[in-house]
């Protein structure tokens, strides 16, 4: 069974820095888009980022593009997501996903493996 785990959430003071880790095991994930996806109370949940199997290619949300960061370590099974210059309105529940093939969807509903959240949050 696939399993995804996020790490690295925490509570930072606005313009702070936090690295996000994502450990996924119990498959093989070559040539799978993993991608970070975060959910705020009353709000849907809404896409971070996205990046490829290769780690050539990443999507980024106009709203974090220029903070943000993805990666992702093929031979740890590891994606990362590092933020920059945090504000309060990035304080969410931050989630890991993984879809299969190539397309780096910003569509939650394409992705099939989540792991179960890490809270970050930005005080003013």
């Known amino acids: 069974q696939v399993q995804l785990e996020e790490s690295g959430g925490g509570l930072v003071q606005a313009g702070g820095s936090l690295r996000l880790s994502c450990a996924a095991s119990?498959?093989?994930?070559?040539?799978?888009?993993m991608g970070w996806f975060r959910q705020a109370p009353g709000k849907e949940r809404e896409f971070v980022a996205a990046?490829?199997?290769?780690?050539?290619?990443?999507y980024i949300q106009d709203s974090v593009k220029g903070r943000f960061t993805i990666s992702r370590d093929n031979a740890k099974n590891t994606m990362y997501l590092q933020m920059n210059s945090l504000k309060p309105e990035d304080t969410a529940v931050y989630y890991c996903?993984?879809?299969?093939?190539?397309?780096?969807?910003?569509?939650?509903?394409?992705?099939?493996?989540w792991g179960q959240g890490t809270q970050v949050t930005v005080s003013a």
């Open positions: 996903a993984v879809r299969p093939g190539v397309i780096l969807e910003s569509d939650k509903n394409e992705y099939i493996y």
């Open positions: 119990g498959g093989p994930f070559s040539r799978h888009v």
């Open positions: 990046i490829s199997w290769s780690g050539g290619t990443t």
